[in-house]
């Protein structure tokens, strides 16, 4: 994947943050802002999954339940 290159204008103590966190970890602050938004994007791939699933156990669980038993009989 090609480099894009962002302006991206944050205040002074989260830039501070940012290269202590970069430092702390040996890599370039880029990097590191790089890592923090994909984390953040599979959080909430995560949590979106998790709602699904909650939701069709909701609504389909009893279905799944009999379904399961049924195989297990």
Do not use: K, S
């Amino acid at each position: 994947m090609a480099d894009t290159h962002t302006h991206v204008e944050i205040d002074a103590e989260a830039a501070a943050l940012a290269r202590h966190a970069a430092e702390d970890r040996e890599i370039p602050v880029e990097q590191y802002l790089g890592e923090l938004v994909r984390a953040d994007n599979v959080v909430a791939a995560r949590e979106r999954f998790m709602e699904g699933a909650r939701e069709i156990l909701q609504n389909y669980g009893d279905i799944i339940d009999r379904a399961v038993g049924e195989e297990a009989a």
